[in-house]
């Protein structure tokens, strides 16, 4: 069938790409308030025909939306929301896949000085309860297919998308957008707002809350501003550039993404859900440029049936985890080039960048991979990343930060502040303080800092691990053994040792071919990682216990959970002590 967007969804002639300001606004001349939602304008008024979204996902085929047709779709769901009665301030839950629903959602909401609250659709119902009540959401727009976790659990009005984009197919949110549009009174652009404080809320993110109950990241329209033309900046996002969204836009938003790419004037390809063949389809046919993903997600692109070496090279965006020699060396055979980042939700995402320099080339692959897997630098619009001596958790009174030595062994906290970090835990002051402690958000990642004035992670404070009174990072120790041939993926978490103290546990993933070597003699697998890790690791952190897994858990966007490893680990420390 072939695609026509709805009636409602095409804007009139002359249309103006320019919000109204409140008229009690007494700002001076030279203040414009940085918010996003300008980025889709800017583009609607440039390059109005130009491809912005292209959903060959959608539920009756292809969907494709020009600038200046998205632009129109959007304006129709912020005039719907006002419609409904949703404020300044008030906060709208969206719980959906990477489809054009999130994608509207992430320009509209802001557009109606509303704060948007993604919801990650991999959560369990309760989980989901406690989000939406803890936010107090005032309306919910959710994709049909993850429905059964807010239906007739909540008095909050729900829109349902069909993810259709076409009239006459009983889609409620289409019907929903046609209700926008008809209330707006052709009022356009010029009758929405813009918010006049860029201090103002824009999205209430939460954390995966793998400790404890999720808590909610709030952040600016400012700061999502400035993060979104960080990230356009650092990975040379244009209007060439085509966009694949693989990282779920519930998470972060998307790391800002979603504005980022409106920023650069950039296509953006949505796919539902990670299926590798999909992802490999547009890779070679749809010109992607540019996606993002965690090192789980680059695992399975390599490996897939249809993985080959692309005519056009594409630049892969990865945080989660450091990338492994093995894994940028894979991926550079397929012509995919590693941009790695770190962040947070309450950094919006990203951050800091391994800024590559000349003389990587001249080192080997092995080498320059460590050099890649450290965290490096800020971003262009981020203050300096700090690596300080960490404050005990139980102290009281002022707060003194102290900058480790550039040594690259010396142990630290990293800390930040500034433009993209967030403005505070939602209702949680407790938190907020306790993080912001310093006059700096402190991040929990235990790292050093380099000669070259580069940060590199050594570990989460909670993963680094102490044994015989020495210090050893999973992280680093993961590191050295996925150098192992036989090796696809590991996680090293610490396990009680009754001489020691602790020493480390590896679960390992092995390549397919590997994994049938070694059905039938796991011990002589244990064996050459143990010869593997002695040739490469201090004795403290060599791992005294290996298990082969099928599979590693983890979470939505791909990070590996090592709180449910570190359970598994209590849970044979139990099962051995009743034996």
Not at 98 to 113: F, G, K, T, V
Not at 281 to 295: I, K, Q
């Amino acid at each position: 069938m072939k695609f026509h967007a709805t009636t409602a969804s095409i804007p009139p002639q002359n249309a103006f790409y320019r919000m109204g300001f409140p008229k009690e606004t007494n700002l001076p001349v030279n203040i414009i308030p940085l918010n996003p939602i300008v980025f889709l304008l800017r583009a609607a008024q440039i390059y109005p025909n130009k491809l912005a979204i292209s959903h060959p996902d959608a539920a009756k085929g292809l969907v494709e939306y020009s600038f200046a047709v998205w632009a129109q779709r959007v304006q129709n769901l912020a005039y719907a929301l006002k419609m409904s009665g949703i404020q300044p301030g008030d906060r709208v839950a969206v719980i959906s896949p990477n489809c054009p629903l999130i994608a509207d959602s992430h320009q509209a909401i802001l557009a109606a000085r509303a704060v948007i609250t993604p919801i990650n659709y991999r959560l369990k119902k309760a989980e989901v309860q406690y989000i939406l009540e803890h936010s107090g959401s005032k309306l919910i727009l959710v994709d049909h297919e993850f429905l059964t976790l807010v239906e007739g659990t909540t008095n909050i009005p729900i829109i349902v998308s069909k993810d259709t984009g076409r009239d006459n197919v009983g889609d409620p949110y289409e019907d929903f957008l046609d209700k926008g549009r008809a209330f707006s009174q052709e009022r356009g652009w010029l009758g929405l707002e813009l918010e006049p404080d860029e201090n103002a809320n824009a999205s209430l993110c939460y954390t995966s809350g793998t400790t404890g109950r999720p808590k909610g990241v709030m952040s600016t329209c400012r700061g999502s501003y400035l993060a979104a033309v960080a990230n356009a900046f650092e990975t040379k996002l244009d209007k060439d550039s085509v966009y694949l969204w693989t990282l779920p836009m519930f998470h972060a938003c998307g790391w800002t993404y979603p504005w980022a790419t409106t920023f650069g004037f950039a296509a953006q390809v949505f796919i539902r859900s990670i299926r590798y063949p999909d992802i490999w389809h547009h890779f070679l046919n749809s010109g992607v440029t540019h996606y993002c993903a965690a090192p789980t997600v680059q695992i399975g692109i390599v490996n897939a049936t249809e993985a080959r070496r692309l005519d056009n090279p594409i630049t892969a965006i990865i945080a989660g985890a450091a990338p492994t020699a093995h894994l940028i060396g894979e991926l550079e055979k397929k012509s995919i080039n590693v941009t790695h980042v770190y962040g947070l939700t309450e950094t919006y995402g990203p951050f800091t960048r391994s800024y590559p320099h000349p003389y990587w080339s001249t080192v080997s692959l092995e080498e320059r991979a460590k050099l890649f897997a450290r965290q490096g630098h800020s971003f262009a619009t981020a203050d300096e990343v700090r690596v300080v001596y960490q404050i005990p958790p139980d102290h009281t009174g002022p707060v003194e930060l102290v900058d480790v030595p550039a040594d690259g062994k010396t142990l630290g906290e990293i800390v930040t502040r500034g433009n993209i970090v967030m403005k505070e835990y939602y209702r949680d002051p407790e938190a907020t303080a306790k993080a912001f402690r310093g006059g700096y958000f402190a991040s929990g990642d235990l790292a050093v800092r380099h000669l070259d004035r580069s940060v590199a992670i050594l570990d989460r404070s909670k993963d680094l691990l102490i044994s015989g009174g020495e210090n050893a990072s999973t992280l680093a120790i993961e590191q050295e053994l996925a150098t192992h041939p036989d090796v696809l993926e590991v996680a090293v978490v610490a396990r009680p040792h009754p001489k020691w103290g602790e020493r480390a546990m590896a679960f390992v993933v092995l390549h397919l071919d590997s994994a049938k070597k070694y059905e039938e003699d796991v011990i002589k697998f244990a064996e050459s990682l143990a010869k593997h890790a002695k040739e490469r690791l201090p004795g403290f952190a060599r791992p005294e216990w290996v298990e082969i897994v099928q599979e590693l858990p983890k979470t939505s966007t791909g990070k590996i959970q090592k709180n449910v490893l570190r359970e598994r680990v209590r849970e044979k420390d139990k099962e051995k002590a009743r034996l």
